[in-house]
């Protein structure tokens, strides 16, 4: 299945897809951060639109990242209003730089399906975050959507990730591996990713080694202060990258566009450095 070019995109100029878009954006910035575009009304500046606010992060940060993520539950909030401004705020992220709906949707097929075409239809997202919970038929309708990206929880960066996966499966594999390890299968399109938290570097260790190939989106080492260090060695893979590591908060309420700017360096430069690039 295909999709219509999403954002601002235009035929021919930018790379198409997902993976085409991340790999050129990286290589072109020579980086591996993704910003997390979340926010929250009671942070964002007074009187400000939240459209010019997040217009102000994607301009000063453009050239320092892989991709942009939006989470949905930051504009959801607010209603059908809400609905429109993220659809705004994905239409305003310049050509050749990826969208990643922060959305973690899951449900049987048929309901998939309409959370599918309103991600990557409606919407003009690239990738989408997923809960694996209900099992391959639960995926199908958004691993159709070839040139798009599904990035399923695997190992998430959360203190409580524990109390289900880690859970301790017939085959003697903790849940959270046995998520990568169907991942693997369900991977025909060469469409699926996995939330890793740079929370937990040993286990994004373990899940590498069953997925070597996959993009793993790695949330968790700003305001959840992850070893970013540990994680990123942790989750390369054997080109030094197919790594995603998101900041939100600690890029997006960094103060002045130049502060916000600075903290995009910063983090950009430690991957760099954790990574021997």
Known sequence: M?????????????????????????????SLVCVGLDPDPARTPRGMKTTDFLRTVIEATADLVCCYKP???FFEHDGAAGWETLREVIAM????????LDAKRGDVGNTAGFYATAVFETLGADAVTAN????????EPFLAYEDQHVFLL???????????????????????ERVALLAQLWNTRGNIGLVVGATY???????????????????????????LQAAVRASIDADGGGILVNASRSVI?????????????????????????
């Open 132 to 139: 694996p919970y209900l099992g391959g038929d639960g995926l």
């Open 154 to 176: 695997c190992r998430t960066s959360n203190p409580g990730a524990r109390d289900m996966q880690d859970i301790v499966t017939d085959d003697g594999r903790p849940l959270y």
């Open 71 to 73: 989470n949905a539950a």
């Open 93 to 100: 992220v310049p050509d050749g730089i990826p969208v990643l």
């Open 201 to 227: 570097p040993e286990e994004a260790a373990r899940i590498r080694a069953v997925a070597p190939d996959m993009l793993f989106l790695m949330p968790g080492v700003g305001a959840q202060e992850g070893d």
């Open 2 to 30: 295909t999709t219509p070019a999403s954002h601002s995109s235009a035929p021919g100029l930018a790379p198409s897809g997902f993976r085409a878009k991340f790999a050129s954006a990286s290589a072109r910035n020579q």
């Open 253 to 277: 309420y960094a103060g002045t566009p130049e502060d916000m700017r600075a903290e995009t360096v910063r983090l950009l430069r430690a991957i760099n450095a954790a990574r021997g690039a």
